[in-house]
């Protein structure tokens, strides 16, 4: 049953306060990590495939939520912004439907809107970082995660130049944060980024 709230599957994005950042040698690890939290090179499946008037999220569950209440909204994965129907209860999106009469889509999405209140309820969201450890996978803390990644591209960036990074976004990232993501590419000084959204 979905629960989780709507904001966390936006709140990685929430790094566009202001600051001003500056790349070179002494920038510190951790101000870079923090910029770049939101747009992570995150790598996806770019999904196609037309789907037409299908109800997307197979909840199983066929009456309304007790006191919810629908609400027209629009997909945020890529710039077409087809119409979604949620259903919200308390302030939680739990369940996802099709608007068929949104005059952009019409009735359809594809697949990367169809499941788009996956990116909120799913078991299977990464909730924090993993490292693998002699090929297991095992939780580390957020502090962790961002010294080593940022040692690691510093490095990088130091001995090879800032060409040597390519940043590839997910198809899976809402509209903000792919903006999130080349701004952060400029930041780092190269124009290797990319995204493979392609409807
Ligand atoms: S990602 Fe798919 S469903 Fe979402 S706005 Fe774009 S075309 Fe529509």
Not at 50 to 67: E, I, L, N, V
């Amino acid at each position: 049953m979905a629960r989780s709230k709507i904001k966390t599957s936006s709140g990685a994005g929430a790094v566009s306060d202001g600051r001003r950042v500056t790349l070179n040698p002494k920038v510190a690890r951790r101000s870079f990590l923090k910029l770049s939290a939101a747009t992570a090179a995150l790598t996806g499946v770019a999904m196609t495939t037309r789907m037409t008037a299908k109800a997307s999220a197979a909840t199983g569950k066929s009456g309304p939520y007790m006191g919810s209440k629908k609400v027209k909204t629009i997909c945020t994965y890529c710039a077409v912004g087809c119409g979604i129907e949620a259903e919200v209860q308390n302030g939680v999106w739990v369940r996802q439907d099709i608007a068929q009469d949104h005059p952009v889509s019409l009735g359809s999405h594809c697949c990367k809107g169809a499941g788009a209140i996956d990116m909120v309820t799913s078991e299977k969201r990464l909730k924090q970082p993993m490292k693998r450890v002699n090929g297991k996978w095992t939780n580390i803390s957020w502090d962790q995660a961002m010294d080593e990644i940022s040692a690691k591209l510093l490095d990088l960036r130091e001995k090879d130049g800032p060409d040597a990074l390519h940043f590839n976004g997910s198809a899976k990232v809402s509209t903000e944060m792919a903006y999130l993501h080349r701004k952060f590419a400029a930041f780092w000084g190269t124009n290797n980024v990319d995204h493979q959204a392609r409807i």
